[in-house]
C-alpha cells in the first residue's frame, strides 16, 4: 500500500501573474512566463495566523507559505526573524522604523530568497547552480549551496568590493569576475547555463527567491502585530523585495490576517542608475538608457526583468519612486551611525534619505508610520 507523502507545504500551482496560464510546479522551471513575466507561486490560502510556528525564529516559520514540500529539503542558516528598530531621534513627529536586515546569515536579505531557492534547488536534485550578482545574492548562494552540497559558479562585476569576491571563494564557489554591471554578467551566465546545464538563479527568472523574500511583508506585519505601516520605503535593484512583500501583503489579505489600507510602497534608487524612476515618471525606459555604478551596487541594475510587475506595485499602493545621489548615502549612513547608533548598507542609507526628501515635499505626514529598510551590512562594503 503507497502512504501518501504528508506536504509542509501549501504550494499548489506556478502562474503567469498577467494572464493567469498554470504552469506545473513538480518540474523546477527556469524562464520567463507566456507573457514574458516572472512566474508566481500560488497556493491552497486555508493557514491561520495561529498555526504559525512561533517557536521557528527564521522565515520558516511560515513554511506552509514557502514551496518546500519535504522539511528535509529545507537548507536554512537562520535567515529571517530580523529585528526592527524605532529611529526615535530621525523625527519626532513620525514613527519611524527600520527592519534591520543587515543580521541575516551572510550580512543581506538576499539570504531569505536564496534560503528558499537553494532548498527547492534541492528537492528538485539540481547539483550546480549559477548566478549573476551584484555582490550580496553571489555570496548567499555561495553559502547556501555549500550547506547543501550544491556546486555555485558566482558571477559578479570586477569593481565589487574584495569582501564580497573573497566570502564566495571562502564558500567553496567558483567565482567569475565581468566589467560591466549585473545586466553584463546575465549575459555571462546565460552563456555558461547553455554550456554546462548547470541550473539558472537569475533573479526573477527562478520562481524561489520571490517566495523567500515576501516572508519580509509576513515579518512585518506580524511584527507590527498585524497592523502595517502607512509607507514602506524599498531600495530597488531587481526588485524582488518590492515585489514579494506586495505579494504577501494580497496572500494575507485573501486568507484575512490583515485588513485595511495597504502600505503606499516607495521605490529609491541611485541617481546613477535609476530606471525604474524613468518609467513610473515617463512610462518607460529610454532605449538608450545610460546606466553607471554605484557605491550601492545592489541599486544598479540597468534591466530589471520585473519592471512591469514594480510599476504596477506603485500604481496599486499609490506609491512613488525617487533618487538618491551618491554623496547624499555617504552623508545618510553617517547621521544614522552617529544618532541611531546603526551602521547602514548604502542601500540602507538610500531609504533614510528617500524619507527625508518626502517629509519635505509633504508626501509623507506627520503621525505617519514609515518603515525603511537596512538591506545589507556595511561591513561588507570595504
Ligand atoms: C544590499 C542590497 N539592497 C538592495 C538590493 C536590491 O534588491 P532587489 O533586487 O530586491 O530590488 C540589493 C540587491 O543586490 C542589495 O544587495
Not at 486555508?46 to 522565515?59: A, G, Q, V
Request: hydrophobic fraction near 40%; proline fraction near 5%; glycine fraction near 8%.
Amino acid at each position: 500500500m503507497e502512504t501518501a507523502v504528508k506536504h509542509l507545504s501549501l504550494a499548489t500551482t506556478l502562474e503567469c501573474p498577467k494572464c493567469g496560464k498554470p504552469y506545473a510546479i513538480e518540474a523546477l522551471q527556469s524562464y520567463a512566463t507566456c507573457c514574458n513575466q516572472p512566474l508566481v507561486t500560488r497556493y491552497n490560502y486555508t493557514f491561520h495566523k495561529s498555526d504559525i510556528n512561533t517557536h521557528e525564529y527564521s522565515m520558516w516559520r511560515y513554511a506552509p507559505l514557502l514551496p518546500v514540500f519535504d522539511a528535509n529539503n529545507i537548507v536554512s542558516l537562520g535567515e529571517g526573524w530580523t529585528p526592527i528598530h524605532h529611529l526615535a531621534k530621525t523625527s519626532v513627529e513620525h514613527t519611524v522604523l527600520l527592519k534591520d536586515e543587515s543580521v541575516n546569515p551572510t550580512g543581506s536579505f538576499k539570504a531569505r530568497g536564496i534560503s528558499a531557492a537553494v532548498s527547492k534547488a534541492k528537492e528538485a536534485g539540481i547539483t550546480h547552480c549559477i548566478i549573476p550578482t551584484a555582490g550580496n545574492a553571489g555570496g548567499a548562494l555561495s553559502a547556501y549551496c555549500a550547506k547543501a552540497g550544491i556546486k555555485a559558479t558566482v558571477i559578479m562585476p570586477a569593481h565589487t568590493p574584495a569582501t564580497l569576491q573573497q566570502e564566495c571563494r571562502m564558500y567553496g564557489a567558483e567565482l567569475m569576475l565581468v566589467n560591466g554591471l549585473i545586466n553584463a554578467c546575465g549575459n555571462l551566465a546565460r552563456q555558461r547555463v547553455q554550456e554546462t546545464g548547470a541550473f539558472d538563479m537569475s533573479t526573477l527568472k527562478e520562481p524561489y527567491r520571490l517566495e523567500g523574500k515576501k516572508t519580509l511583508g509576513y515579518e512585518i506585519a506580524e511584527q507590527l502585530n498585524w497592523q502595517l505601516p502607512d509607507v514602506i520605503i524599498y531600495p530597488t535593484g531587481g526588485g524582488t523585495g518590492l515585489v514579494g512583500m506586495w505579494k504577501a501583503f494580497e496572500e494575507m489579505q485573501q486568507m484575512g490576517w490583515i485588513s485595511g489600507k495597504l502600505p503606499r510602497m516607495v521605490v529609491v534608487q541611485t541617481q546613477n542608475c535609476a530606471p525604474m524612476i524613468q518609467l513610473f515618471e515617463q512610462g518607460k525606459i529610454a532605449p538608450d538608457f545610460e546606466a553607471g555604478a554605484s557605491m550601492a551596487y545592489g541599486l544598479a541594475v540597468p534591466e530589471p526583468f520585473a519592471k512591469d510587475l514594480m510599476l504596477e506595485v506603485l500604481h496599486h499602493s499609490d506609491g512613488i519612486a525617487l533618487t538618491v545621489t551618491e554623496e547624499e548615502m555617504e552623508q545618510g549612513m553617517k547621521e544614522v551611525a552617529a544618532t541611531e547608533g546603526l551602521l547602514l548598507s548604502p542601500e540602507g542609507s538610500a531609504t533614510y534619505v528617500g524619507l527625508k526628501k518626502l517629509i519635505e515635499k509633504d508626501w509623507i505626514q506627520p503621525e505617519e508610520t514609515v518603515l525603511l529598510f537596512n538591506t545589507g551590512a556595511w561591513y561588507k562594503y570595504r
